[in-house]
Nanobody
């Protein structure tokens, strides 16, 4: 089970930190990812982190502004969002993939959190 939190309303240029707590499985066996879905759009890849946390991957639209990290001792993955823009407004989902490799395709993730709303005002 994945539980995402930390969403809310933030002004453009501000920061927000999302968290996703996992339970019930060996967290360190899973690649973790963040995806988002804006109204009227398909869900899109945001960021992913390997099982050890050694490697991270980002969509071009968030590279340099967002940072994904994980704490395997706390079974939690984070998404630090800086310099947010109105186009970052979306429901953000965390996801877990039982693999050693990351993926940008949501269909390749096995478990999903419930989503947390992020709204960026201009």
């Amino acid at each position: 089970q994945l539980q995402a939190s930390g969403g809310g309303l933030v002004q453009a240029g501000g920061s927000l930190r999302l968290s996703c707590a996992a339970s019930g499985r060996a967290f360190s066996n899973y690649v973790m990812g963040w995806f988002r879905q804006a109204p009227g759009k398909e869900r899109e890849f945001v960021a992913a982190i390997t099982r050890s946390g050694f490697s991270t991957y980002y969509a071009d639209s968030v590279k340099g502004r967002f940072t994904i990290s994980r704490d395997n001792a706390k079974n939690t993955v984070y998404l630090q969002m800086n310099s947010v823009r109105p186009e970052d407004t979306a429901v953000y989902y965390c996801a877990a993939r039982y693999s050693r490799d990351y993926s940008v395709y949501d269909r390749q993730y096995d478990y999903w959190g419930q989503g947390t709303q992020v709204t960026v005002s201009s």
